[in-house]
């Protein structure tokens, strides 16, 4: 099973758009996919339409009083699950504190179902903190939806220091432009000549659409009402560089 | 993903009266209808059923997919979306994982269609507030679709599709379904239904012999059916040759006639000997009329490998040899479709098997014809064995390539000799010895085929000369190729000497005498 984050310091740039359609994609494709809801805001678990509620809360999750195939829920696509928000998500940052290695309890809590899906999805609250440690620990890759601006920029090299400072040897840091006005001349400037980091931007950008915006209306993954759109082209090919990126990492 | 339930419903009940039922007892919402066509491939010789798997081009509506998957459960899923119907072969699918894993399970064999199911479903969905499906259930009438386009039924059914995570949904239905309705779930896979009802076995074709014989059998009994079981073979492989499906039906074709020829060669003993002429002649006919396409197949498979060999900036340089193999591929290959259609091919069929199944005789006049089998297929097996060691151990380093060839020959003769009658040894010991002997084929083969493929490519690139295909560059490359292959040809000739001395050791030679002539073995001890 391979891991992947899609986070952002910031709010608001595209992460949980990126979790719901690059998975749906993944399953359409025949892989088992599960999605994580960390978010305690519940988007993801919204665009499903699966109620954000998790039984027994952050706490029962990260005690294991329950174990994580008790509450996942299948979605309305074959082949893709989801473990939906729960609004003790909030708090996970103390409930994490409480254990002794507290920056491995999520990867530890997903071992047990790491036969059973062929990607996972972390949809992540912004912010850093003791739940993005647990998530780097986690991941693989951490997908980062940039929008080309100065402080979102400003936002990313944040996250490299912070990464850097840590030693997170087996993690690939993607940034990708997300949101792209391409009749904004900053945005215009910043995706031609991206910021420099270590592993680079994916070459893939995702426009700003108002078809993303559509999925809080039809809840649903984008290329299942917008199918033949340049914007679900967009996260189509987005995924097929994720994918060739993943290949290429030591298994 | 959860498994889902079937539950078998009678074929004389009418899907609309169910519709009602299940609308009336449970909150369910009701879909428009979908048919469905789902074909399932597999090779001739079953590969993917022997692996366990299904592959699968399902057509709806509006889209079309090609998945392998495991059977029966459906995990391990691999799909691809594809419009028109699927390649004969796995290297022809766009690249990716199902090509890579289709490729390594079928190799050289086509996919070719095993079943057609026609399947027209009525979808029903539990959906609670939020607009979540909490639950799928479908009515279904599954029809065979046989080659003809006749249908007939094969199944009506409630397949239950529940969701991870709604358990508490998928027993209330069950509930309905089961105490209400009376039904009982049943695990029918369809494909083992559409089988039965073509009455396919699947998993029976083997191109490795390994036929039950009594020791005190009559030699002749015993060697009828062997033959009788070689004749199945070309009779089961015909087909495919004449209609080209993959490579591997006319070289199986070829096996069994070769191994019929030997057999006949090598038990001349056993049969009235006029007969036996008579029927020699017209199989060594056939082995003569599929040998061309036979080459080329090979030549053609090995092209990329060819290609290989060279350094790159003249491997397209080969390409016109590939079009003059394909050219003369498509001649010989049609003559020989027609070779397979003539009244002579047919006759020869039917009066060797008519022979094969005439009743033995009383007083046969070939001198082994009455003597058991386990006396007789030792000492003609002794016998070649002597002869390869003699042919063997007379090679030396100078000695000319016929010799190696005479050898590789015998060798042949003698695995033949093994195999047919390897149900009178004890398992373990022949399949030992078989192995001990293919090590020295594989090296004499690979020799001889060097020599043909030298050979055969100095007389093609004659023939492109004459027939306008030669460029002076795809001659440079052919040349570099030649080079290539006499190296490689010496160099299997220099293993040639540790191979037999392996083969001919003292431990061995002990094996081969234990089984094949225990009188010496009975002779050394006191």
Known sequence: ????????????????????????????????????????????????????????????????????????????????????????????????????????????????????????????????????????QAADVVLVPTIPTTLSVRTLYQLLRFCDKKKYKHLDILPFFSMVDRRKILHRGMVEDPPRTRSGFLASDIPYASEVEQMGVKRAPLPTYAHSSRIADAYRSLWQELKTRMNALPA | ??????????????????????????????????????????????????????????????????????????????????????????????????????????????????????????????????????????LEQHRLVEPGGRRSLLCKRIRVAPLQGYAKTEKRVINVLEKEFGLSPQDDDLLDLALAGMHKVPGVYSSKLNIPLEPELRADEAMRRILLTLLDAMEVNEAGTIANLDTEFLHDFRVAVRRTRSAQGQMKTVFPPATLARFREKFAWLGSITSQTRDLDVYLLKFENYQKQLPESLRADLEPLRTFLKRHHQQEQASLSKQLQTAAYRQLKNQWRRYLNSPLPQRPAADDACKPIGEVAPRRTWRMYKRVLREGQAITPESPAEELHELRKSCKKLRYLMEFFQHLYPTKKIRALIKELKGLQENLGDFQDLEVQIHSLQHYSEQMEQEGDMTPRTELAMDILLKGLETRMQEVRDVFASRFEQFSSQSNKNRFRQLFNPSQVLKKTP
Request: glycine residues 4%; hydrophobic residues 35%; charged residues 25%.
């Open chain 2, 1 to 138: 993903m959860k498994k889902p339930i079937h539950y078998p419903l009678a074929n004389k009940d009418s899907l609309p009266h169910w519709r009602e039922q299940l609308l009336q007892h449970l909150p369910i919402e009701s879909a428009p209808a979908e048919t469905c066509r789902v074909h399932y491939y597999d090779s001739f010789d079953w590969r993917l059923f022997q692996a366990n798997k299904v592959l699968v081009w399902q057509q709806r509506n509006d889209d079309a997919q090609l998945y392998l998957q495991a059977r029966r459960n459906g995990s391990a899923r691999i799909a691809i979306d594809l419009e028109q119907e699927p390649p004969r072969f796995a290297n022809e699918l766009p690249p990716g994982q199902l090509r890579q894993e289709l490729d390594g399970l079928l190799d050289l064999r086509a996919f070719l269609p095993v079943a057609t199911i026609e399947t027209r479903s009525l979808p029903f969905q539990w959906i609670d507030k939020e607009g979540k499906t909490r639950l799928r259930l479908y």
């Open chain 1, 1 to 136: 099973m391979k891991v992947i984050a899609c986070y952002n310091i910031k709010g608001g740039v595209g992460k949980t758009a990126s979790a719901v359609n690059l998975s749906y994609m993944s399953a359409r494709e025949g892989n088992s996919t599960l999605v994580w809801d960390l978010d305690p805001q519940g988007a993801s678990s919204f665009y499903f339409r699966i109620k954000p509620k998790v039984k027994g809360g952050a706490q029962g999750l990260l005690r294991r009083k329950r174990v994580l195939d008790d509450v996942i829920k299948a979605t309305d696509y074959d082949r893709l699950d989801l473990i939906p928000a729960d609004f003790s998500y909030r708090n996970m940052d103390l409930t994490l504190e409480q254990f002794r290695k507290s920056s491995t309890r999520l990867r530890r809590l997903i071992e047990p179902v790491e036969d059973d899906y062929d990607y996972l999805f972390l949809d992540c609250p912004p912010s850093i903190s003791l739940v993005s440690e647990n998530v780097f």
